[in-house]
C-alpha cells in the first residue's frame, strides 16, 4: 500500500512513487509518492489563506490537539518505532528513545501553549509617556517551511511541527527524502485532531521542489535543521526572510585532571560518540583530555567501545547499526583513510562493510584532517591529550562549529569557566555534549547555526512582538 502525504490535512498520493529501503539489508521499508505541482500549491495556498484564521484559534484548541498527538504516538509507541529503523537503519533501541521523546515534544508544546503570552508594559518611566501603557503581545510571523534531515525523523519533524501549531502558525513540512514514512504517520495523527484544514500539510518532494517552496513568499518563515552547504544556500537565496538554521558540528567533550570516574567519562563518550552510527549533530566527535588522565581514559574508551553492540537495528541490544547508506559510510572510510596516511593511529575498528562503518577510535590525529575539523557524521572519535584544561577549551573554540560540549569536572569553578569561555550554545557538565532536554534552548553558534529550538525557544523564534500602546490611562 502506498503511504498518502498529506496535503491541507487531506491524504493524497501521486503517480510519482518512491520506494523507501531499510540501510541493513535493503528490505522494503514502504512506498510514497512525491508530491505533485498541484497538491504543493494547494497546500502552500491553503497555509497562506489560513494563517489569520489560525492565529485567532483559542490557546486551548490548539493544547488540546497537541496534547492528542503525544497520547496516540504513545500508543502506537512500538510500531511507530519499528518504522523509524525500518527506513532509517537507526537502532530499535534509539527510535524508542526518539519516540519517547517526542511523545514529551508534543505534550510540552501543549503545555506550552496554554501559558504562551506577552506582557504589559508600563512606559510611565519616561515623563513623555505619563499615562501610557503598552501590551506587548507575541503574534506569529507566518506560515512556516519546515525542512528537516535524516537522522531523527520523527523528534526533528516534532521540534518543527509541535512549536508552530502550538502559537498558531500554519505549517508546511518536507521530511528527508530518504525517512519521510514516520513524518507521513504523524500525519495520520495529525488528521484525527480538529485543527483547521490547511494549517498542515507533509510533502515529500525532490530537492528542487523544496528550493522552490523556500523562494515562495507566502511562507515568509523557513525553519532548517540539515546540513551547513544546504542550509546557507537557503539563507543566501532568501536572506529577507526569517530563517531558522539548525546545523552540524563536531561535538567535543573535556575531561578534567579533577574528574573521579573516569571508567563513567570513557563509557558515555564511547556510547555517544558511537549511537545511531555516529548520526547526531551533537555526537562527541573530538575528545580533550587532561595528560594525567588520558591514557587510562583511552584504554578505557577503546574497552567500551569494543563492548557495544553492532549490526542488526532491529536487535534491541545493537547500539551501532549501519549509516543512512553504502556512499555515507564510504565517505567515512576516506576520512579515516585520509587521518591515517597523515600518521594518526586506529586504535580500535576502521573497517566498512557495506553502509556499516566499525566503530571507530583515532588517537595522533595530525592537525588539519577532516576527521577534525569537518563534521563526520560517523561512528569516529579522535582521542587527543592536553596538558592544561585551559588547552582544552582552546581546542573546542578552535572549531568553526559551536553546537555543545561537554565537560567532566566535578569544579563548580571550572564549570563556569567553561561556561564563560566556550564558543557554543550549551555546555554540558559532567557529561557528553550529546545530552538534549526537548524543552530546553537548543541550537548554535558560529556555523552550527542561527536561532533556537527547544519548543518555548522555538515558539519565541516563530513569533514577533507587536504593541499595543493605550494612552490617557
Ligand atoms: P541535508 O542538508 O542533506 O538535508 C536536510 C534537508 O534539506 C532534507 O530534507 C533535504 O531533502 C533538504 N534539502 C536538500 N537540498 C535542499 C534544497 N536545495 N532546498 C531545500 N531543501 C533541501 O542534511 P541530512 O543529511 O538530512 O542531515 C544531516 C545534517 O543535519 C548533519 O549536518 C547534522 O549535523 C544536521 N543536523 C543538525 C541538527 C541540529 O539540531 N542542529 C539536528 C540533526 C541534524
Redesign the pocket.
Known amino acids: 500500500m502506498t503511504t498518502p502525504y498529506w496535503v491541507a490535512g487531506q491524504p493524497a498520493t501521486s503517480a510519482d512513487l518512491v520506494e523507501i529501503r531499510t540501510p541493513h539489508d535493503n528490505a522494503l521499508a514502504g512506498v510514497t509518492s512525491n508530491a505533485t505541482a498541484e497538491d504543493v500549491e494547494r497546500a502552500v495556498a491553503a497555509a497562506h489563506a489560513v494563517a489569520e484564521e489560525f492565529a485567532a484559534l483559542p490557546a486551548h484548541a490548539r493544547a488540546a490537539a497537541l496534547d492528542h498527538v503525544s497520547r496516540r504516538l504513545a500508543e502506537r509507541a512500538d510500531e511507530v518505532a519499528e518504522l523509524i529503523t525500518s527506513e532509517s537503519g537507526k537502532p530499535v533501541k534509539w527510535s524508542r528513545i526518539e519516540v519517547t521523546r517526542a511523545v514529551s515534544t508534543f505534550r510540552w508544546a501543549a503545555e506550552e501553549a496554554r501559558r504562551f503570552s506577552g506582557e504589559l508594559q508600563r512606559l510611565d518611566t519616561d515623563p513623555a509617556a505619563d499615562g501610557r501603557l503598552a501590551l506587548v503581545r507575541r503574534a506569529p510571523r507566518g506560515p512556516v517551511l519546515g525542512?528537516?534531515?535524516?537522522?531523527?525523523p520523527l523528534n526533528?519533524v516534532a521540534?518543527k511541527v509541535a512549536p508552530a501549531l502550538a502559537v498558531g502558525a500554519p505549517i508546511v513540512v518536507?521530511?528527508?527524502?530518504?525517512t519521510p514514512l514516520v513524518a507521513l504517520l504523524l500525519g495520520e495523527l495529525l488528521a484525527e485532531t480538529d485543527l483547521p484544514a490547511g494549517s498542515w500539510s507533509v510533502l515529500p518532494v525532490p530537492?528542487?521542489v523544496?528550493?522552490a517552496?523556500?523562494e515562495d513568499p507566502r511562507l515568509p518563515v523557513v525553519s532548517?535543521?540539515?546540513?551547513?552547504?544546504?542550509?546557507y544556500?537557503?539563507l543566501d537565496r532568501v536572506p529577507r526572510k526569517h530563517i531558522v538554521l539548525?546545523?552540524?558540528?563536531n561535538a567535543a567533550a573535556v575531561v578534567c585532571p579533577d574528574w573521579t570516574d573516569l571508567d563513567r567519562a570513557a563509557q558515555r563518550i564511547a556510547m555517544f560518540s558511537m549511537y545511531q552510527g555516529g548520526?547526531?549533530?551533537?555526537s562527541v566527535q573530538r575528545v580533550y583530555a587532561h595528560e594525567d588522565v588520558y591514557p587510562a581514559l583511552a584504554e578505557a574508551v577503546v574497552a567500551h567501545v569494543r563492548k557495544l553492540g553492532t549490526g542488526d537495528p532491529t536487535d534491541p541490544a545493537t547500539d551501532v547499526g549501519p549509516l543512512?547508506n553504502e556512499a555515507a559510510a564510504r565517505r567515512v572510510e576516506a576520512w579515516v583513510d585520509e587521518a591515517v596516511a597523515a600518521g594518526a593511529r586506529v586504535l580500535t575498528g576502521g573497517r566498512r562493510a557495506g553502509a556499516v562503518y566499525e566503530p571507530t577510535v583515532l588517537a595522533d590525529v595530525p592537525a588539519g584532517c577532516k576527521v577534525v575539523d569537518e563534521?563526520v557524521?560517523g561512528p569516529v572519535v579522535v582521542l587527543d591529550s592536553v596538558p592544561s584544561v585551559e588547552e582544552a577549551f582552546d581546542r573546542v573554540n578552535a572549531s568553526r562549529f559551536g553546537?555543545q560540549a561537554g565537560v567532566f569536572t566535578h569544579d563548580v569553578r571550572l564549570a563556569f569557566r567553561a561556561a564563560k569561555r566556550l564558543a557554543v550554545g550549551g555546555v554540558i557538565v559532567g557529561d557528553v555534549p550529546s545530552f538534549r532536554a526537548d524543552q530546553m534552548p537548543?541550537?548554535?553558534v558560529k556555523e552550527?547555526?542561527t536561532g533556537r529550538?527547544g519548543v518555548r525557544s522555538a515558539m519565541d523564534d516563530l513569533t514577533e512582538q507587536r504593541v499595543l500602546v493605550l494612552t490617557g490611562l
Open positions: 525542512i528537516a534531515p535524516f537522522n531523527f526533528l521540534h518536507k521530511p528527508a527524502p530518504s530537492n528542487e523544496a528550493g517552496l523556500v532548517f535543521t540539515g546540513s551547513g552547504p544546504v542550509g544556500s537557503i539548525e546545523l552540524g558540528g548520526q547526531s549533530c551533537i543512512i563534521e557524521f553546537l537548543y541550537g548554535g552550527s547555526g529550538e
